[in-house]
T-cell receptor, first 111, second 116 residues
Framework: RKEVEQDPGPFNVPEGATVAFNCTYS??????FFWYRQDCRKEPKLLMS???SGNEDGRFTAQLNRASQYISLLIRDSKLSDSATYLC????????????FGAGTQVVVTP | GAVVSQHPSWVICKSGTSVKIECRSL??????MFWYRQFPKQSLMLMAT?????????EQGVEKDKFLINHASLTLSTLTVTSAHPEDSSFYIC????????????FGPGTRLTVL
């Protein structure tokens, strides 16, 4: 089983719609989680950090469910510029700094 | 803030040559930097952890004699791919953590290496 698992997608989303997807992680001791956004042939860019139950930043909301060991990302009012691959990243407590990356969920926002 | 640069952004070289990639933290000091490799449609794979002033820690399966890492200062880490072969062609990305105890990594723009 992979340490961090994501639905690869693609999630095809009409502009203005809402899309949500999950990420599951295997290390129950993990304390910090991140969503990064990666555009094609570019580096990952931090979207948001998730430390407690969740975090909200504008149209983006992340939720953390420790009992079920998953985090989710919800994008409201999708823009064409939201098209990207979203990487779920876990910073495991027992090997601090050695991020565990999901393979990414591709989101395609269509006009 | 928290800007990381990489140089070069892309490089094409002949098989057997060595390629050096630089990773710099521009506006902060990074005691720890990480080197990743990413193949098309795959996630980032950690190659090694680079600590300033000490030897890098390599992940299992990564040859330390082939991928030489030097972290000579708090703002610079270098990765040298020695005797590159076509299978080394990949997207190499570095990241840096801002100070001890920090847990957010900031990524450089990546270096696309093509070995002919």
């Amino acid at each position: 089983r992979k340490e961090v698992e994501q639905d690869p997608g693609p999630f095809n989303v009409p502009e203005g719609a809402t899309v949500a997807f999950n990420c599951t992680y295997s290390n129950s001791a993990s304390q910090s989680f991140f969503w990064y956004r990666q555009d094609c042939r570019k580096e990952p860019k931090l979207l948001m950090s998730v430390y407690s139950s969740g975090n909200e930043d504008g149209r983006f909301t992340a939720q953390l469910n420790r009992a079920s060991q998953y985090i989710s990302l919800l994008i409201r009012d999708s823009k064409l510029s939201d098209s990207a691959t979203y990487l779920c990243v876990v910073n495991p407590t027992d090997s601090w700094g050695k991020f565990q990356f999901g393979a990414g969920t591709q989101v395609v926002v269509t006009p | 803030g928290a800007v990381v640069s990489q140089h070069p952004s892309w490089v094409i070289c002949k098989s057997g040559t060595s390629v050096k990639i630089e990773c710099r933290s521009l506006d902060f000091q990074a005691t720890t930097m990480f080197w990743y490799r990413q193949f098309p449609k795959q996630s980032l794979m950690l190659m090694a952890t680079s600590n300033e002033g000490s030897k890098a820690t390599y992940e299992q399966g990564v040859e330390k004699d082939k991928f030489l890492i030097n972290h000579a200062s708090l703002t610079l880490s270098t990765l040298t791919v020695t005797s590159a072969h076509p299978e080394d062609s990949s997207f190499y990305i570095c990241s840096a953590m801002q100070g001890s105890g920090a847990d957010t990594q900031y990524f450089g723009p990546g270096t696309r290496l093509t070995v002919l």
